[in-house]
């Protein structure tokens, strides 16, 4: 199959490219176990292992309260993100952003495969659905292959193949730096997927497992470091300098804690104020920092580990 030129994105490639080094770059070493990240108010992701690099942007310092500050180097982990989430993600903010024709997207997982449906906005909105296999297209892009396609209810994929019609001539994104079409594959780079901060890494495999979209970066096998103080659920933040609210780490050490470790820590960065506020703190003999948070949707009468 002929491969589409890849697009440029609109960060600098020497920003995307994964660092040897990133320590010497002013990195600070990011360790995750069993994480629930808000990647927007509506969007979350199970992280059960991450061992990361937060580098900073050229001309910039790393802050906690600015997410474009720094790009999250991924070594190796594992994220999970459920059909309704990526549903989500893609009408709030994936499509938006790409200024594509397709929009109200419902994404759903069956028998390994992706099942979608949606508007294409040409001229009046046509119905279209697909049914898709999930594969690793590049190092850090996921490609979904249509195995059929259907629009408007009544044409099928074969048809539009014999008529030469291909999704890419119909649907491409106007900004193809975001998401982009070769033929009838839909190739989405992960730096682009979610919202900052961008994430780069090597993606290693991805699958359909039962509700969930599974993503493995780097190697599954890989051992994670236990903190300096056990916890079942954490963020750990190590060495480099960054900032939070009004206080600056020269040498991280920062251990954020689950308070409610029977099931997964469900932070979001961009409300972890309100996270801090209703937890408490505790110096360590060396002089880290340990918070013991409660999960953020707990703040607000929700809990999207018990939808």
């Given at each position: 199959?002929?491969?589409?030129?890849?697009?440029?994105?609109?960060?600098?490639?020497?920003?995307?490219?994964?660092?040897?080094?990133?320590?010497?770059?002013?990195?600070?070493?990011?360790?995750?176990?069993?994480?629930?990240?808000?990647?927007?108010?509506?969007?979350?992701?199970?992280?059960?292992?991450?061992?990361?690099?937060?580098?900073p942007r050229?001309?910039?310092?790393?802050?906690?309260?600015?997410?474009?500050?720094?790009?999250?180097?991924?070594?190796?982990?594992?994220?999970?993100?459920?059909?309704?989430?990526l549903?989500?993600?893609?009408?709030?903010?994936?499509?938006?952003?790409?200024?594509?024709?397709i929009?109200?997207?419902?994404?759903?997982?069956?028998?390994?495969?992706?099942?979608?449906?949606?508007?294409?906005?040409?001229?009046?909105?046509?119905?279209?659905?697909?049914t898709?296999?999930?594969?690793?297209?590049?190092?850090?892009?996921?490609?979904?292959?249509?195995?059929?396609?259907?629009?408007?209810?009544?044409?099928?994929?074969?048809?539009?193949?014999?008529?030469?019609?291909?999704?890419a001539?119909?649907?491409?994104?106007?900004?193809?730096?975001?998401?982009?079409?070769?033929?009838?594959?839909?190739?989405?780079?992960?730096?682009?997927?979610?919202?900052?901060?961008?994430?780069?890494?090597?993606?290693?495999?991805?699958?359909i497992e039962?509700?969930?979209l599974i993503?493995?970066?780097?190697?599954?096998?890989?051992?994670?470091?236990?903190?300096?103080?056990?916890?079942?659920?954490?963020?750990?933040?190590?060495?480099?300098?960054m900032?939070?609210?009004?206080?600056?780490?020269?040498?991280?050490?920062?251990?954020?804690?689950?308070?409610?470790?029977?099931?997964?820590?469900?932070?979001?960065l961009?409300?972890?104020?309100?996270?801090?506020?209703?937890?408490?703190?505790?110096?360590?003999?060396?002089?880290?920092?340990?918070?013991?948070?409660?999960?953020?949707?707990?703040?607000?009468?929700?809990?999207?580990?018990?939808?």
């Amino acid at each position: 199959m002929p491969t589409a030129a890849r697009p440029q994105s609109r960060i600098p490639a020497q920003e995307l490219r994964p660092l040897a080094h990133p320590e010497t770059h002013g990195g600070v070493h990011l360790w995750v176990r069993n994480g629930l990240f808000h990647v927007m108010d509506n969007v979350v992701v199970t992280v059960p292992r991450l061992d990361a690099w937060i580098v900073p942007r050229e001309g910039q310092a790393i802050s906690l309260d600015d997410k474009k500050s720094f790009i999250l180097q991924i070594n190796s982990g594992e994220t999970h993100l459920e059909a309704k989430d990526l549903s989500a993600l893609l009408n709030d903010y994936l499509l938006p952003h790409a200024h594509t024709p397709i929009k109200d997207i419902e994404v759903s997982f069956e028998n390994g495969q992706v099942l979608i449906k949606g508007e294409l906005h040409k001229v009046v909105d046509i119905p279209f659905s697909g049914t898709g296999t999930v594969s690793v297209a590049d190092d850090d892009e996921l490609r979904i292959h249509f195995t059929e396609v259907k629009v408007a209810g009544v044409i099928r994929k074969g048809i539009l193949d014999a008529l030469g019609i291909k999704l890419a001539s119909v649907a491409q994104p106007r900004k193809t730096s975001r998401f982009y079409i070769d033929g009838n594959d839909v190739i989405l780079p992960i730096h682009a997927l979610f919202p900052p901060p961008r994430v780069t890494g090597k993606l290693t495999s991805v699958r359909i497992e039962g509700s969930q979209l599974i993503q493995v970066f780097g190697d599954p096998r890989a051992a994670m470091p236990t903190p300096p103080t056990p916890a079942a659920n954490f963020l750990y933040f190590r060495g480099g300098s960054m900032k939070f609210g009004k206080f600056v780490m020269s040498d991280a050490d920062l251990q954020l804690i689950d308070r409610t470790p029977a099931n997964s820590f469900d932070f979001s960065l961009d409300h972890y104020v309100e996270q801090v506020e209703a937890g408490y703190c505790r110096i360590t003999p060396s002089l880290g920092l340990l918070i013991y948070m409660p999960d953020y949707a707990s703040l607000h009468g929700s809990d999207p580990q018990k939808q």
